[in-house]
């Protein structure tokens, strides 16, 4: 995946999670949706009613080996609780299997477990691996998890003037639902990216040009063959077009005062985590604006 500036190196997370700092953390907003229970902080994991049984993960294809305070991980999603509590094979060998996630991501996802605090990171993995943890915050009914995971890409990739590749979209599309918030977050993206590459006419420097020519048919590439994904780029795209400057946005600025601040959040209108505002109406078109969208 390509990133545009700022990468730093930093080391890959541990796939185990060992609590050694006796340092109190500050717990997150204690409003919290119906199907998801706050954390321990890191200090009441060292506490003794966290209890010593502890429940193994592995976590995608090649089976990374996650060890968890049992107790922990139930109390913060009713996933796990009833993995681990039911009369399931899980609960009875307290081992669980996800081939399908990554481990990356579940590793951003102990570490906020123990400390109550989304990782940060400016690295191409990071990137691609925060994408991947909304996913499983998602899966696991994690709402405002996956919210709060939301801020933290779009903070992120405004910090250092990050955009999504290709090839993250093709890698998050087939794992979402329809009307997925980080759908519309990834092509809003990658259509502003076009916006701020796009550069006057050769021939007519009056006409902007958002896509140069032949550039068009590599995006075609990797959206043809998705009917949703063809569907939801078209029209967004139509809609830059269309409204011009005037009705172009930065995906990556939360403004709360014109309610963006939530506009890729998942939550009911009532619980957003950053203020009670509703979402924004979707982007009018406006008639009668002389741009040339591309060129084949």
């Not at 399931?88 to 102990?110: C, N």
């Amino acid at each position: 995946m390509r990133l545009t500036r700022g990468l730093r190196t930093s080391s890959t997370p541990p796939h185990t999670f060992t609590v050694n700092s006796p340092s109190p953390l500050k717990t997150g907003n204690s409003r919290i949706m119906a199907s998801e229970k706050a954390p321990e902080t890191a200090s009441k994991a060292l506490e003794p009613n966290l209890g010593t049984e502890m429940v193994k993960i592995y976590i995608g294809p090649k089976r990374k080996e996650f060890v968890i305070h049992k107790k922990l991980i139930c109390k913060a999603a009713d996933y796990f609780d009833r993995a681990f509590n039911e009369n399931f094979m899980e609960g009875q060998e307290g081992i669980t299997y996800m081939p399908e996630d990554k481990p990356g991501a579940f590793s951003l996802f102990v570490d906020w477990l123990y400390r109550s605090k989304i990782p940060t990171g400016s690295t191409e993995s990071y990137i691609v691996d925060v994408h991947h943890l909304w996913i499983f915050a998602t899966k696991i009914c994690l709402t405002k998890l996956a919210d709060n995971i939301m801020d933290k890409i779009r903070d992120t990739c405004k910090k250092y003037d990050f955009f999504v590749s290709d090839e993250l979209i093709r890698e998050v599309w087939p794992l979402t639902a329809r009307g997925a918030p980080i759908r519309g977050w990834v092509l809003d993206l990658k259509i502003h990216e076009l916006f701020v590459n796009g550069e006057a006419d050769d021939d007519n420097p009056s006409i902007f040009v958002f896509v140069k020519k032949g550039k068009f048919r590599d995006i075609y590439s990797w959206i043809k063959d998705d009917v949703d994904l063809f569907e939801m780029f078209m029209e967004k795209f139509q809609c830059m077009v269309q409204s011009g400057e005037k009705g172009m946005f930065d995906p990556r600025n939360r403004v709360k005062k014109d309610n963006r601040g939530c506009r890729y959040h998942g939550h009911e209108e009532e619980n957003c985590v950053l203020t009670s505002a509703k979402k924004p109406p979707k982007m009018q078109r406006l008639r009668g604006v002389s741009i040339r969208s591309f060129d084949l």
